[in-house]
């Protein structure tokens, strides 16, 4: 068992960036995969960012490509998502997310509480 929780959002300027961040509690750190979902609103949940279970590798969605980085710092059980070039298009509730397996599988087994990002014109 694992928690989860993320911190760092806010409301930014298109053009502007964030920094968000995920801590983690309970079990080892680096015994799951991480990573980042989001959700706009009036739509499903979507994978955001996330590391493979070995963290070797880092994934990114079509939207998020080029933008967005993810990265864990391990002595301090945190994974951040740093986000650039921020557009309304990005706003919504992020979501920190663990699985022990993979965590672009859209349903991760645990879930933060989420933060709040909202993006103006």
């Known amino acids: 068992q694992i928690q989860l929780v993320e911190s760092g959002g806010g409301l930014v300027q298109a053009g502007g960036s964030l920094r968000l961040s995920c801590a983690v509690s309970?079990?080892?750190?680096?015994?799951?995969?991480m990573g980042w979902y989001r959700q706009a609103p009036g739509k499903e949940r979507e994978f955001a960012s996330g590391?493979?279970?070995?963290?070797?590798?880092?994934f990114y969605a079509d939207s998020v490509k080029g933008r967005f980085t993810i990265s864990r710092g391990n002595a301090k059980n945190t994974v951040y998502l740093q986000m650039n070039s921020l557009t309304p298009e990005d706003t919504g509730v992020y979501y920190c997310?663990?699985?022990?397996?993979?965590?672009?599988?859209?349903?991760?087994?645990?879930w933060g509480q989420g933060t709040q990002v909202t993006v103006s014109s």
């Open positions: 997310a663990a699985d022990a397996r993979t965590v672009r599988s859209g349903s991760p087994q645990y």
């Open positions: 309970g079990r080892t750190f680096s015994s799951y995969a």
């Open positions: 590391f493979s279970w070995s963290g070797s590798s880092t």
